[in-house]
């Protein structure tokens, strides 16, 4: 009996301490996702405060019941229970989160960020820029098309419901079908969540290009070149195989929480955790990484061009001019989650991929880059991640055993959270894109079939 009673009793304590640690750590990660989500809805995406609560702050339960006020158009401060975080919004710079520099500190800096080049869109064809009017595709079926595109909006589940925002589909490079939800269009910025990992992966590119960095070479951190570390590659952090001990949980507290809450140099935070495997031997999907890819590109770049130059030599010469990304409070680009671009940015983005990094017959990505991107990580059992996008290729002697089962090996694309898609089909030359906030599923793989079994017969 004493054991019984013994062991009952560690129990308890097991759970009180369970629940203490929780009460602690889950107030101030709620208050911070409240305060940069609603904050990027409603200044970057152009959101009513009503539709975010109803939609993305439904993710956890009570996270909606978080206290919001807005502050001069320009911040907006979230409270639960005893917790309270803050998010400011700067012009051309989008949303970010305060968590070590204090408001002034952050808003004192001055990057030199880029101008759009003058240029009304709606009189250039697509793609570079919005007007589009081309001949019908022999052999397309426009109504399947449109049926697809409609079911995905479709709301059969008031229980799980889909809140699709937007979806396109791109063939050949042309769009053959588009559609927005009500308070939505093809200006809108949506918001791109993991997506963002593969407009990462292309700054990367750039600086591949122009010879400053090398994926063969050990990745450029200094505070690695005393210790194992040493041996990671640029191409492991971009195969999320670095081997660096990391926790990728959205709904527990860990890594991921603590670089995003609490951390103002996430790539930073990320450069610190220790070995935990030998590089490229284990696949763990990380946006530590892809932090830490996006401060080391930022020392490729240098302070003084870095703000600009992913618009000025990628996102706006393929015409991508409705196209954000957020940095975090120490000005590095938050390259794990924080895009944002219109349905039609994401779709061009996909393009530039489709036609080998070449765009107006520029080479903007370097030769060879995105067959790189979409290989397989040595360390992706099922071959489902490349560098920095998701594959499809399947388990080396088995490619049944795929990450999407139903859709061709060769479909590679951008994901991210709550269901945001760029899906490329290099054969077929189809683009499909879906945004929204859905935390129940989406059904990519049934709408891109029904495409697919509408384009021209192969």
Same mark, same amino acid.
């Given at each position: 009996?004493?054991? #019984?009673?013994?062991?009952?009793?560690?129990?308890?304590?097991? %759970?009180?301490?369970?629940?203490?640690? %929780?009460?602690? $750590?889950?107030?101030? #990660?709620?208050?911070?996702?409240?305060? /940069?989500?609603?904050?990027?809805?409603?200044?970057?995406?152009?959101?009513?405060?009503?539709?975010?609560?109803?939609?993305?702050?439904? &993710?956890?339960?009570?996270?909606?019941?978080?206290? #919001?006020?807005?502050?001069?158009?320009? +911040?907006?401060?979230?409270?639960?229970?005893?917790?309270?975080?803050?998010?400011?919004?700067? /012009?051309?710079?989008?949303?970010?989160?305060?968590?070590?520099?204090?408001?002034?500190?952050?808003?004192?800096? *001055?990057? +030199?960020?880029?101008?759009?080049?003058?240029?009304?869109?709606? $009189?250039?064809?697509?793609?570079?820029?919005?007007? &589009?009017? $081309?001949?019908?595709?022999?052999?397309?079926?426009?109504?399947?098309? !449109?049926?697809?595109?409609?079911?995905?909006?479709?709301?059969?589940?008031?229980?799980?419901?889909?809140? $699709?925002? +937007?979806?396109?589909?791109?063939?050949?490079?042309?769009?053959?079908?588009? !559609?927005?939800?009500?308070?939505?269009?093809?200006?809108?910025?949506?918001?791109?969540?993991?997506?963002?990992?593969?407009?990462?992966?292309?700054?990367?590119?750039?600086?591949?290009?122009?010879?400053?960095?090398?994926? =063969?070479?050990?990745?450029?951190?200094?505070?690695?070149?005393?210790?194992?570390?040493?041996?990671?590659?640029? *191409?492991?952090?971009?195969?999320?195989?670095?081997? @660096?001990?990391?926790?990728?949980?959205?709904?527990?507290?860990?890594?991921?929480?603590?670089?995003?809450?609490?951390?103002?140099?996430?790539?930073?935070?990320?450069?610190?955790?220790?070995?935990?495997?030998?590089?490229?031997?284990?696949?763990?999907?990380?946006?530590?990484?892809?932090?830490?890819?996006?401060?080391?590109?930022?020392?490729?770049?240098?302070?003084?061009?870095?703000?600009?130059?992913?618009?000025?030599?990628?996102?706006?010469?393929?015409?991508?001019?409705?196209?954000?990304?957020?940095?975090?409070?120490?000005?590095?680009?938050?390259?794990?989650?924080?895009?944002?671009?219109?349905?039609?940015?994401?779709?061009?983005?996909?393009?530039?991929? %489709?036609?080998?990094?070449?765009?107006?017959?520029?080479? #903007?990505?370097?030769?060879?880059?995105?067959?790189?991107?979409?290989?397989?990580?040595?360390?992706?059992?099922?071959? !489902?991640?490349?560098?920095?996008?998701?594959?499809?290729?399947?388990?080396?002697?088995?490619?049944?055993?795929?990450?999407?089962?139903?859709?061709?090996?060769?479909?590679?694309?951008?994901?991210?959270?709550?269901?945001?898609?760029?899906?490329?089909?290099?054969?077929?030359? @189809?683009?499909?894109?879906?945004?929204?906030?859905?935390?129940?599923?989406?059904?990519?793989?049934?709408?891109?079939?029904?495409?697919? =079994?509408?384009?021209?017969?192969?």
């Amino acid at each position: 009996m004493k054991i #019984i009673r013994y062991f009952f009793y560690l129990i308890g304590i097991s %759970l009180a301490a369970a629940i203490l640690y %929780l009460a602690i $750590t889950f107030p101030p #990660i709620m208050a911070g996702m409240a305060a /940069k989500t609603m904050c990027s809805c409603v200044f970057v995406m152009g959101r009513t405060p009503e539709s975010v609560v109803q939609k993305e702050l439904s &993710v956890f339960p009570g996270l909606s019941k978080a206290g #919001i006020e807005f502050k001069d158009s320009s +911040a907006v401060t979230a409270r639960v229970l005893w917790s309270v975080s803050k998010a400011i919004y700067r /012009k051309g710079q989008g949303c970010t989160l305060l968590a070590e520099r204090s408001e002034p500190e952050v808003r004192q800096q *001055s990057p +030199a960020l880029p101008t759009l080049p003058p240029l009304n869109a709606d $009189t250039v064809a697509w793609p570079n820029g919005d007007l &589009v009017s $081309t001949p019908p595709v022999a052999g397309l079926n426009y109504d399947a098309v !449109q049926a697809a595109l409609r079911l995905a909006f479709e709301e059969t589940n008031p229980e799980q419901p889909k809140n $699709t925002h +937007a979806v396109l589909a791109i063939y050949d490079g042309q769009i053959i079908g588009e !559609q927005y939800a009500s308070g939505f269009d093809k200006h809108t910025l949506f918001m791109g969540w993991s997506m963002t990992k593969s407009l990462n992966n292309a700054m990367v590119a750039l600086m591949v290009k122009e010879g400053k960095l090398n994926p =063969d070479a050990p990745a450029p951190v200094a505070a690695w070149q005393n210790d194992e570390r040493k041996n990671i590659t640029l *191409s492991d952090l971009l195969h999320g195989s670095s081997g @660096l001990a990391w926790n990728e949980s959205y709904f527990l507290p860990g890594d991921f929480h603590n670089m995003f809450m609490h951390s103002d140099d996430k790539g930073g935070f990320a450069a610190s955790k220790e070995l935990e495997y030998p590089p490229n031997t284990f696949f763990e999907y990380s946006s530590g990484t892809a932090n830490l890819l996006s401060k080391i590109t930022r020392e490729a770049v240098g302070d003084e061009n870095y703000p600009r130059f992913a618009y000025e030599k990628l996102f706006h010469k393929i015409g991508m001019r409705h196209t954000l990304i957020e940095p975090d409070a120490s000005g590095t680009l938050v390259g794990s989650s924080y895009g944002y671009a219109s349905a039609r940015d994401w779709g061009r983005f996909g393009l530039l991929f %489709l036609q080998d990094g070449i765009w107006n017959g520029e080479r #903007i990505l370097p030769e060879g880059w995105v067959k790189y991107s979409s290989t397989p990580a040595p360390a992706a059992p099922i071959g !489902q991640y490349g560098a920095q996008f998701w594959l499809n290729a399947g388990a080396p002697n088995d490619p049944n055993h795929c990450y999407h089962p139903g859709l061709p090996n060769e479909e590679y694309g951008a994901e991210g959270f709550e269901d945001q898609y760029v899906f490329i089909f290099p054969s077929r030359k @189809l683009i499909v894109v879906r945004l929204g906030v859905s935390h129940h599923g989406f059904d990519m793989v049934g709408l891109c079939n029904q495409i697919l =079994d509408a384009l021209p017969k192969p």
